[in-house]
């Protein structure tokens, strides 16, 4: 299991709220992957928690879209009992809403029920089979299964489609998946992919290092760590990527120094105790 922890980075630092490592794995360690969409989602949240949604003088499909929007901002919290409360509203006033649907599915996920996890994610693709958010959502949760296969085929079906405004994310998580089950050249294949929808995606950058690095191609993966550190500020996973690759090219000073750096400005990350623990064993 790779140790990094990531946030989505465009350009300088662009806002994601879940990390790599935050993201919805049930009973096994789900790295990776974006659920851009949805979190972008949850910015339109506004204060209304009073709303009512009495049936009588009230549009329910628009009642079950606010709730099922609150139910996304509530899951983001990881609030499962709001989220669900409200998921259950929305599916009471609209059952054939879209986002309450894959909302549902991603709360079943978090509940660690794959079942009922996949049932609504592909309900919810069958509603509304444009979304290629919806669509790289099941590729997530088909990839958090060990399923690389299917997954793969999904992610690659929310990339093509016209209609997905963010492609790049797709192929990165495709990348992600592939890096996952081994298949680096394949994952080189998807980060190079997504780098070609959006030149400055730093994180498809950074996975690009990790999946060169895999492949024992050091100074490759040197040259596409220098990329990110344009774009990006220093991480936790950058710089102990950087660490990695300068052991595997015999720079014991620069990977000294890396280590150093890592130390001192995220002392309390899971990068730094990975970093102490390879410093004590070559001591």
């Known amino acids: 299991m790779r140790t990094t922890g990531r946030r989505h980075q465009g350009q300088k630092s662009a806002p994601y709220p879940f990390s790599r490592f935050a993201l919805w794995r049930t009973g096994f360690a789900m790295k ?57 509203k929305a599916l009471e006033q609209e059952k054939s809403n879209p986002l309450a649907n894959n909302t549902y599915g991603l709360l079943n996920i978090r509940l660690d029920k794959p079942d009922l996890a996949e049932k609504y994610l592909k309900k919810s693709i069958e509603l509304s089979p444009d979304n290629g958010a919806f669509i790289n959502n099941l590729g997530i949760f088909l990839c958090g299964q060990n399923r690389y296969e299917e997954a793969e085929k999904t992610f690659f079906r929310a990339a093509t489609n016209k209609f997905y405004k963010t492609p790049e994310y797709a192929y990165d998580n495709a990348g992600l998946c592939a890096l996952d089950a081994a298949e680096y050249p394949k994952a080189e294949y998807f980060f190079q992919k997504a780098l070609q929808m959006r030149a400055n995606f730093a994180q498809a950058r950074l996975h690009l290092a990790e999946a060169t690095y895999k492949q024992l191609k050091f100074y490759e993966a040197a040259a596409h760590l220098a990329e990110y550190e344009k774009l990006a500020e220093p991480s936790p996973a950058s710089l102990l990527w950087g660490i990695y690759i300068q052991q595997a090219l015999g720079n014991k000073l620069g990977s000294e120094q890396l280590g150093l750096e890592l130390l001192q400005r995220f002392p309390k990350s899971k990068q730094a105790a990975t970093y102490l623990k390879i410093r004590s064993s070559m001591d």
């Open 32 to 88: 990776h992957l974006h659920l851009l969409i949805f979190l972008l989602l949850a910015s339109l949240l506004q204060a209304c928690a009073n709303t009512s949604t009495e049936r009588t003088g009230v549009d329910l499909k628009k009642a079950s879209q606010l709730n099922a929007e609150l139910a996304l901002g509530y899951l983001r919290q990881n609030n499962l009992s709001q989220a669900k409360q409200k998921l259950d």
